[in-house]
């Protein structure tokens, strides 16, 4: 089992298994994780996912050489063989997801993190874009959203020299929302995740969905996506318990419909 996929509650624990080769990304696990990800998005009681990694050295150290490289090639000319995640495009994910970064996350380590929407970071993590090193460039998302997390320049210098950076300096420079100690990684992100399930889900998901459709748009197209993400709300039960809640200051009980 190359990723392990766990429901508590209405959370989703997506945890890449294959700690021997330090997570690194292969043809298999890929697939597994398509098709975990895409149980996660059809199930109606999930409302956040978490992804990790096994043991304490590594969240994703990248592309497994041995075994990536080749299908990459393979598939060039067969792109429907090269299964469908957030983090390459041609699926539509809305669900909030979470990275729980509990080591090295190096190349598609790296994209997968950028992927998710909130990023918690051990101390002990390091980050890097080495591609330029092996001959080749990013190509599940990396160039598309490093520079949105964290500006030109420095995405421009983390994946043309391929140097590592330190979570410290991740979270000086945006890329990830908090540090915490290694312990702390997963307590953290199921605590995040115990909020997320708090607040309206499906206000949420047309959140992240304006918030990923409006990049690079003119603010007259972004405000136009924006308005009509935001109406149909207005016709849900969880907007008229949202307002219940309010005027009776209680918390709201929200049901995703």
Not at 121 to 141: T, Y
Not at 172 to 182: E, F, Q, W
Not at 228 to 244: C, I, N, Q, V
Request: with cysteine; charged share 30%.
């Amino acid at each position: 089992m190359n990723v392990k996929y766990e429901k508590e509650d209405k959370v989703a624990i997506f945890t890449l298994n294959r700690p021997q080769a330090l997570n690194t990304l292969s043809p298999d696990l890929m697939h597994e994780l398509h098709d975990a990800l895409e149980d996660f998005r059809a199930d109606d009681e999930l409302w956040v996912g978490i992804i990790t990694g096994t043991g304490e050295k590594a969240f994703c150290a990248g592309a497994d050489i041995k075994t990536w490289l080749p299908f990459v090639k393979e598939t060039k000319t067969k792109s429907w063989l090269f299964p469908s995640t957030p983090m390459r495009g041609g699926m539509e994910l809305w669900k909030p997801i979470i990275a729980a970064i509990n080591g090295i996350a190096m190349g598609g380590g790296l994209e997968l993190a950028l992927a998710c929407d909130l990023r918690i970071s051990s101390e002990k993590a390091r980050f890097a874009s080495p591609e330029v090193k092996l001959g080749i460039m990013s190509r599940l998302g990396g160039t598309a959203r490093l520079p949105d997390l964290i500006g030109l320049t420095k995405a421009a210098e983390m994946m043309l020299m391929g140097d590592p950076i330190d979570a410290q300096e991740a979270y000086r420079i945006g890329l990830v929302n908090k540090v915490v100690p290694p312990e702390q990684v997963m307590p953290v992100a199921k605590e995040w995740a115990e909020k997320l399930c708090k607040v309206s889900p499906l206000s949420s998901r047309r959140i992240k969905e304006a918030l990923i459709k409006n990049r690079g748009l003119s603010i007259e197209e972004a405000l136009w996506i924006e308005n009509m993400l935001a109406l149909p709300l207005y016709e849900t039960e969880d907007y008229e318990e949202g307002r219940k809640a309010f005027k009776e200051k209680r918390s709201p009980d929200f049901k995703a419909r």
